[in-house]
């Protein structure tokens, strides 16, 4: 497969930022590779993501349960 890049000075910076980052001694190489690390990196965002959630979702319904105990505790504390 061959990869045509065309006005490559325009996206100097990046291209040579992209080489260092990759490691890779060719353009073509380092835009192959930071592709394959951005698919990484977009899935390691969602299950990153999804962990959030779920971890909010435990500490809401953590939270709740607290606030139940106490309104609990509370009440019997009044009947005295």
Do not use: P
């Not at 890049?5 to 380092?30: N, V």
């Not at 993501?49 to 971890?55: A, F, H, M, V």
């Amino acid at each position: 497969m061959a990869i045509t890049i065309r006005d490559t000075e325009k996206h100097e910076e990046m291209l040579s930022t992209l080489s260092s980052l990759t490691r890779q001694s060719t353009k073509s190489k380092a835009l192959i590779e930071g592709g394959y690390t951005a698919i990484r990196y977009e899935q390691m965002y969602k299950d990153e993501k999804e962990r959030r959630e779920r971890l909010q979702r435990e500490l809401y319904d953590l939270r709740s349960k607290v606030n139940r105990y106490v309104s609990a505790f509370s009440a019997l504390s009044e009947i005295e």
